[in-house]
C-alpha cells in the first residue's frame, strides 16, 4: 500500500501540464532554469518551485556548473512515469507548438 500512495505523489506533480512538459523535454536532455523561464515564460523563481516539487519526489536531478543549476530526468526506477513520459510529443514538437527556440546564455 506505502508503494501505491508513493506512485500516487509522483504522478500527481504530472497532473500539471509546466511539470508534465518540463519533464517531456528532460527526456532528450538536461536543462538549464534558464531555458525554462525563457520557453515558459515564467518567473526564475516559479520554475524553480516547479523543479523543486519535482526533485523532493525523486523524479528529476540536479547538478550546479558555476550560477547555474541544470536539471536531468531520473525516471529508471519509475516505470509508470517512463510510460507517461513515452507517449509525450518530442521536444522539437513541443517547442514549435510553443514558437520557441531556445538560446541558453548560461554556457
Not at 508503494?3 to 504522478?11: D, F, V, Y
Not at 556548473?65 to 536539471?71: A, K
Amino acid at each position: 500500500m506505502e508503494h501505491m500512495n508513493e506512485m500516487a505523489e509522483k504522478l500527481k506533480l504530472l497532473g500539471d501540464k509546466t511539470r508534465l512538459t518540463m519533464l517531456t523535454l528532460l527526456k532528450e536532455r538536461e536543462w538549464c532554469v534558464c531555458e525554462f523561464v525563457e520557453i515558459f515564460d515564467m518567473s526564475q523563481p516559479a520554475i524553480s518551485q516547479h523543479l523543486r516539487k519535482l526533485k523532493s519526489q525523486g523524479i528529476v536531478s540536479e547538478a550546479r556548473r558555476g550560477q547555474w543549476v541544470y536539471y536531468s530526468l531520473h525516471v529508471e526506477d519509475k516505470p509508470y512515469i517512463q510510460a507517461v513520459l513515452h507517449e509525450m510529443p518530442s521536444a522539437q514538437e513541443i517547442l514549435s507548438s510553443l514558437n520557441k527556440s531556445v538560446n541558453c546564455s548560461c554556457d
